[in-house]
Every structure is written in structure tokens, then in C-alpha cells.
């Protein structure tokens, strides 16, 4: 989720650009009924609540089996859809390796499951999070572009010292992203659609500000890394997410970002476009 990392270097099972095998048999009933658990509570939560595409996408977790999903039978499914798959690995990876995969259509997920007696939470993105979260976008042919064009900007970002510039981007969208649609606000971001409490937070909490999306406001806003945050961008459309990140050249936004403090959650700054919480609730 967040670009940091807990390994210096693929540990002993995953090859080099720190892929593990699945080993879908290893995991027991008890782990398949905590999926079965999560996936039946969350899709029910997030109904009226997830942009469309989320919604659409979810289909492609609907195997005939119940349980965790078995990669060899989700990954055609995905591919069909966008060309993208799934690589398991074990837990947040480094950024070049993370970059490489999103620009090749490989989407890293945590090949572990939160246990029975933390469903709610889990300390590191799991396999819940980014399965449940991240798939089904990935599926939104637009939205899979986008993230293709946000790995590549990440390889072209390691070089320019931007990282953490461009990390922003991915948090406060593919994380923590509104989008307006049909006239409401929806949610797309996996750590808002993973959690049903800052779903509803995000969508319907006074004092929480929700500003219509600026790639350089986006770049330098700070994030809440333990708590909610207090403020959440809204992107016109995934067309418009794609076009900006696919087209724009980031290296000036950058250098003028490099020496400015960034903008606390919940901060508002000249320029703002505020969206009135009435909008959340509209049709
Ligand atoms: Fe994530």
C-alpha cells in the first residue's frame, strides 16, 4: 500500500523480482472460511458505496469454488478482461520491483491472509486487501491503463528522486480515490473499499474534506498513515485519471514540489475545489 517495505531483498522461496509461488493447497479450511467470511460481509457493504467498475469488476473473484481464489483459475479471467494478472508476493515489496510489475500488468497481492481474530484489520495490506480491493479495478479496462501508465511513471520517477511525489498519487487514488459518477460521489480506492468504517467515513463524515483532483495539490497532500484521513480527492473519471497520468510530463511538477512542505489531511490551501457533502448523498 504504502511505498515502504520490510524485506532488503527477495527472501528464501521468491525469485528475483520477488514473485513466491501461490501454493494455493497449502492454505487450510479455517483460512478459506475466513475469505469466504470477509468477501460475503464486504461486497455486501460496499453495495451503493463502490464506483461501478468496482462493482463490475468484482464478477472476476466469482469462481465456481468458494474460498481463496486459486490463481490458476483467476488469472485467465483477468487477462481476458484487461491483459492483466495477478503475481502472488510475500508482503510489500521495494518500489523498483513494484514499479516493473504494474508496468508489465502484474499486480503483486500478499500471498497471506489476516488470521480469524482480526478481521476488521490486518497490519500489512494481505491478500484480502489487495484481492478484494485492487482486482476488481484492474479489471475496468481505463483504470487498468492508468495503472500501467502509473508504473511506468514510477520506473521514470526512481531516476528523478520523485518517488515519494509520485507515491502520493497512488494513495490518495488507487488507495483512498473518489470519483464522481452519475452525479454522486463513488469510491474506487482499495483502502477505503477494504475497510467498510472509512468507506462510509470517506463518503458521509462532516468536517472530512473531499476536493476535486489536481495532479500537483495530489503530489504534495501528506497522508494519515494509521488513521482516517481528513481529506480525499474526486476524479472526474478514470478517462481523465489515465489522461493526466499517461500525458503529462511529471518532471516540473516535481522540481517545484522538491522544496515546498507538504499539505496536512484536512489542510485547505488557495485553490481548493471543495465538494459540498450534500454531493456525496446525491442519486
Ligand atoms: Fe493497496
Known amino acids: 500500500m ?3 517495505h520490510v524485506y532488503q531483498r527477495p527472501p528464501a522461496g521468491a525469485a528475483a523480482d520477488w514473485t513466491v509461488p501461490q501454493n494455493w493447497e497449502r492454505f487450510t479450511p479455517a483460512e478459506h472460511a475466513v475469505w469466504d467470511g470477509l468477501i460475503e460481509r464486504q461486497t455486501r457493504a460496499v453495495e451503493g458505496m463502490a464506483c461501478g467498475a468496482f462493482l463490475s469488476g468484482l464478477d472476476i473473484l466469482r469462481l465456481p469454488a468458494p474460498g481463496i481464489p486459486d490463481l490458476a483459475e483467476l488469472n485467465p479471467r483477468l487477462r481476458a478482461a484487461t491483459g492483466w494478472e495477478i503475481v502472488p508476493v510475500p508482503g510489500v515489496i521495494p518500489n523498483e520491483p513494484f514499479f516493473r510489475h504494474l508496468s508489465e500488468r502484474r499486480f503483486p497481492a500478499a ?6 481474530n482480526s478481521l476488521d484489520y490486518s497490519v500489512e495490506p494481505d491478500m484480502f486487501h489487495d484481492l478484494f480491493g485492487h482486482l476488481p479495478m484492474l479489471a475496468d479496462p481505463v483504470f487498468a491503463d492508468f495503472m500501467v501508465a502509473y508504473g511506468k511513471a514510477g520506473l ?10 509520485l507515491g502520493r498519487l497512488y494513495l490518495h487514488t488507487v488507495e483512498f480515490g473518489l470519483v464522481r459518477e452519475h452525479g454522486a460521489l463513488r469510491v474506487f480506492g482499495a483502502g477505503l473499499l477494504s475497510s467498510y468504517s472509512e468507506t462510509v467515513h470517506a463518503l458521509s463524515a462532516p468536517g472530512v474534506q473531499r476536493i476535486e483532483f489536481d495532479l500537483a495539490r495530489v503530489m504534495q497532500s501528506d497522508y494519515l498513515f494509521d488513521k482516517f484521513q481528513r481529506s480525499y480527492f474526486v476524479i472526474a473519471s478514470f ?3 489515465l489522461k493526466v497520468t499517461a500525458e503529462t510530463d511529471f518532471q516540473p511538477i516535481y522540481d517545484r514540489l522538491r522544496n515546498q512542505p507538504l499539505i496536512a489531511s484536512g489542510a485547505a490551501v488557495a485553490g481548493d ?6 454531493e456525496t448523498a446525491a442519486a
Open 239 to 241: 478517462e481523465d485519471l
Open 156 to 165: 521514470r520517477a526512481e531516476g528523478l528522486d520523485a518517488v515519494d511525489q
Open 273 to 278: 475545489r471543495l465538494v459540498p457533502l450534500a
Open 2 to 4: 504504502a511505498a515502504k
Open 111 to 116: 500471498n497471506f491472509l489476516r488470521p480469524a
